[in-house]
């Protein structure tokens, strides 16, 4: 799934199930980070990293230790960006060399509404009022999910360009269901990286399977 919303040469891994072998490969440094965890959230970790492994072999890079840094971000090997996610039934890691991308940002979901409290407080007015058009239009879809998604998968496109927070409500989003794309407008000021400045994200989406994905690619500008 995650295959289909990043062009090449990124690589992707992806998983359904948890692999009980990936808790046993972890490196010492991964399975002292998790080691206070319950079995679930060990295994689920594990497994994101056994996907992120996968990738990065597709790169040609050798495999090594993928611990967080702040905010939960991975630490990836010199010359290396990507993004990890996982949710239930589904666990997947993109990446890509840092000379072809300047960030590379995924996330997945359950197909299922948001908790009620929780729409307002990852949207804006505007945004919800386009989510209800949506949801008329394609209602198989959720939409808010879709929403909260896509603006995780912002976030962490952001974040280590950045290095510093970005607030729900400091990027306004919006949805191409035709294309399965979507576009992030920063409402904050935006960061300079790679010699452009940067001030929103465009990306693309699919719902398949009782899931939704999003994913940013961000490549990086032609030298002239």
Known sequence: MIEELVPPPATTAHAFTDHEAAVTALYPQEAAAVAPAVPKRRREYATVRMCARRALNGLGVP???????????????????GSMTHCPGYRAAVVGRSGDFLGLGADAE????????????????????RLRELAAAAPEV??????????????????????????????????DPEAGTFSARL?????????VHIEGFSGRWLCRDGLVVTAIALERPAAH
């Open 187 to 195: 409402l904050v000021p935006g960061v300079s990286a790679g010699g």
């Open 63 to 81: 495999p090594a230790p993928l611990v967080a840094g702040r905010r939960g971000a991975p630490r990836w090997p010199a010359g290396v960006v």
């Open 142 to 175: 959720c939409w808010d999910r879709l929403l909260f998604s896509a603006k995780e998968a912002v976030f962490k496109t952001w974040y280590p360009l950045a290095e510093r927070e970005l607030d729900f409500s400091e990027a306004e989003l919006d949805f």
């Open 110 to 129: 359950p197909n299922e509404p948001l908790p009620d409290d929780l729409l307002d407080f990852v949207s804006l007015p505007g945004e919800r009022a």
